[in-house]
T-cell receptor, first 114, second 110 residues
């Protein structure tokens, strides 16, 4: 298994600003993912964070709005840029040790944009 | 087209009343099916992985089964602490991402 530490756990931000969320895994993992979850809803994949290369974004999500870094096999960041109230959500970091195994999740970052 | 569909959306059970949650999926080749539990304000907690039809996994009051088109999460004699949202996810042979269902919100009443 893997333990994922995500920070901040919550934040309230002004519109037009940016927030960077950090995700640290306690072991080297092959895959890292970033999800968004609206209250009472399921998980929507934002992107797969690739080590040493550009992230792979899902339809509806773009790099300019959600830049992602993954400098090594244990760490990734997601930035939510130029925030608007519609970006208020829970953002979750996830990691999978291999392509065949389960994903583990951080505790999430609850973001409120005012 | 939705790849993972969960039913029911919500389920209320009396303590001790057994039931099953369903997860149906449509993928060309299944690499794995995963069950998670999510409590309010927390990230999903991994429960089970199933890889092939006929496989079963058990943990305390929970038992997960898999066929070629669906999975069931059986809850035997549930307790109030089993109340949570249960999420199902699949991973295809052709990709690396997980496709999540919308979840079943389970409430167990004392």
């Amino acid at each position: 298994s893997a333990v994922i530490s995500q920070k901040p756990s919550r934040d309230i931000c002004q519109r037009g600003t940016s927030l960077t969320i950090q995700c640290q895994v306690d072991s080297q993992v092959t895959m890292m993912f970033w999800y968004r979850q609206q209250p009472g809803q399921s998980l929507t994949l934002i992107a797969t964070a690739n080590q040493g290369s550009e992230a792979t974004y899902e339809s509806g999500f773009v790099i300019d709005k959600f830049p992602i870094s993954r400098p090594n096999l244990t760490f990734s960041t997601l930035t939510v840029s130029n925030m608007s109230p519609e970006d208020s959500s829970i953002y979750l970091c996830s990691a999978s040790l291999t392509v065949n195994t389960e994903a583990f999740f951080g505790q999430g970052t609850r973001l409120t944009v005012v | 087209e939705d790849q993972v569909t969960q039913s029911p959306e919500a389920l209320r059970l009396q303590e001790g009343e057994s039931s099953s949650l369903n997860c149906s999926y449509t993928v060309s080749g299944l690499r794995g099916l995963f069950w998670y539990r999510q409590d309010p304000g927390k990230g999903p907690e991994f429960l089970f992985t199933l890889y092939s039809a006929g496989e079963e996994k058990e943990k305390e009051r929970l038992k997960a089964t898999l066929t070629k088109k669906e999975s069931f999460l059986h809850i035997t004699a549930p307790k109030p602490e089993d109340s949570a949202t249960y999420l199902c996810a699949v991973r295809e042979n052709t990709g690396n991402q997980f496709y999540f269902g919308t979840g079943t919100s389970l409430t167990v009443i004392p």
